[in-house]
């Protein structure tokens, strides 16, 4: 159960010690590596959508221009220059489940932990950066990721891929990372017709009016709102109310 | 090293044709070729992992077994039918003319995927699969007539004591072969091999692999290993005679040979 998974992390963390660039895990790259990284992970991703690793390289290789422009936008927010300090991250070893299992319906830990048992999803399956040569731009985009699952909470989405392009649409609005545009627009092609009409009509378009409506989603310290209502949350956001 | 093998065993073949850009399966053929095994050879192939040199000789003494039986039937004429029906049926279910070859591996996962392979693509015959350590090898002194170790040699710790071990299996007679990444000594080719080599071949391992340390160990193994005139020096210190090398692709790889007297 959750000794096991600790004890993973700790051994994670164990094997990061002997590291040699910028942070844990980090490896330095030249300009031209990066460019045939972003091209050859972009090709992996589409031809074989269960490598997640290569959407993660993706993001790293080409997020030079957003990552820096969401580090400006959390260094000048309250809340997000807090987080930036405190560096926190969301994993199963750090989070109390039992406590946030008893939190009321419709609040942001209920609703977070109704969705990871629901969609049978972990935080703890989140890359670690590796091709960001900055180690708080490491930061951001680990943070990004780890975040993803609240997006879901936030949007009512669920997992599948429908889902997932929806919060992607959200998070490209949010982020301009060319990463999740990509996966905006590419994402569809695997869905059936009568998912892309949906898609089309009600699901994309409140995602980008509630991405653009809403103010930097990386900027909430969502450690400390979990008592807050799910709807609260989205309200001060400025996220729209799910179709 | 061993885990870098574990990781590396399922896709080994896939990067071995996307770094190589499938050149890799002409240095093997070409390393077959001048071993020119008859049927009848016994081979030992160490760090042979995956399988492709045993199957390389497999096919190449069964077209050699072929080329023997077709010689021998144009020798009956004066044979009757019933004999040469006989004497037909007997080398038939000898394909490969008593040819054999063992597959030895330290890597479980490697020889794993190789017997998968075998099964895939209908080898039975001849081959069999023995977990081993090149610098101490499971096998009796003077049993076979050749040995050879493709692309295993950079991995191996102490290269001193494999080679040793390869000079005590193999018969009196028999031969060494190594084929291995070497040294390119043109300057400008050197220049651009080192490009790809440490620009390319990484990313090609974390697209295709997800693993980028493993092959930027492989890049920088192919550095550190001596190169062709000193690995000369170290077989002829291990016994063996008429020692040499032929540079394949400008030295990029070499195929060593040795004998045993």
């Known amino acids: 159960g959750r000794g096991r998974e600790e004890k993973k992390v700790e051994e994670e963390e164990e094997e990061e010690e002997g590291w040699h660039g910028l942070y844990p895990g980090h490896i330095p790259t030249s300009p031209l590596q990066k460019a045939l990284l972003a091209a050859g992970s972009a090709v992996m991703a589409l031809y074989d959508p269960y490598r997640h690793d290569m959407v993660a390289v993706l993001g790293e290789t080409t997020g030079c221009l957003a990552l820096p422009n969401l580090r400006d936008k959390m260094k000048h927010h309250p809340e997000g220059y807090r987080i930036l300090q405190e560096r926190p991250r969301i994993r199963l070893s750090t989070l109390d489940m039992s406590r946030l299992r008893g939190l009321p319906d419709g609040s942001l830990g209920r609703e977070y932990v109704r969705f990871l048992e629901d969609n049978k999803v972990s935080p703890d399956t989140r890359m670690p950066p590796k091709f960001v040569d900055d180690e708080e731009l490491a930061y951001v985009i680990q943070r990004y990721r780890e975040v993803h699952d609240l997006m879901h909470t936030l949007l009512s989405m669920p997992t599948n891929m429908l889902g997932e392009v929806v919060v992607k649409w959200f998070e490209a609005v949010q982020t301009g990372l060319p990463m999740c545009v990509l996966g905006a627009a590419f994402g569809p092609v695997r869905l059936s017709a009568r998912k892309l009409q949906v898609l089309a009509t009600e699901l994309v378009p409140w995602a980008i009016r509630s991405g653009l409506n809403a103010s930097c989603v990386l900027n909430i310290y969502y450690e400390q709102r979990w008592e807050q209502p799910v709807e609260s949350l989205r309200e001060e956001l400025g996220i729209f109310p799910p179709p | ?261």
């Open chain 2, 1 to 261: 090293v061993y885990q870098v093998f574990e990781s590396v065993a399922k896709k080994y073949d896939v990067m071995n044709d996307s770094m190589t850009l499938g050149i890799h399966r002409i240095w093997k053929d070409i390393l077959i070729h001048k071993m020119n095994p008859s049927p009848g050879t016994l081979l030992l192939d160490v760090a042979g992992g995956t399988g492709d040199i045993a199957f390389r000789f497999i096919n190449y003494v069964r077209s050699a077994r072929e080329r023997q039986l077709q010689r021998k039937l144009k020798h009956h004429q004066n044979l009757s039918w019933q004999q040469i029906f006989e004497s037909y049926q007997k080398d038939k279910c000898n394909s490969l003319g008593d040819s054999q070859v063992v597959v030895c591996d330290i890597n479980r996962e490697m020889l794993k995927v190789g017997k998968q392979k075998a099964q895939h693509l209908g080898y039975s015959e001849g081959l069999s699969w023995v977990l081993g350590n090149a610098e101490e090898l499971p096998f009796d002194d003077d049993k076979f007539d050749v040995y050879t170790i493709a692309f295993g040699i950079r991995n191996v710790t102490r290269i001193d004591l494999a080679l040793q071990e390869a000079y005590r299996v193999l018969k009196p007679g028999g031969r060494f072969l190594c084929l291995e990444f070497s040294h390119v000594s043109n300057p400008v080719l050197s220049r651009l091999y080192d490009l790809y080599s440490f620009q390319v071949i990484p990313v090609l391992g974390e697209v295709i692999a997800g693993d980028w340390k493993s092959y930027q160990y492989l890049v920088e193994s192919i550095r550190r290993f001596p190169p062709q005139e000193e690995l000369k020096e170290m077989i002829e210190d291990a016994g063996f005679f008429k020692v040499d090398y032929e540079n394949l692709n400008f030295g990029i790889v070499a195929i060593h040979s040795g004998f045993k007297l």
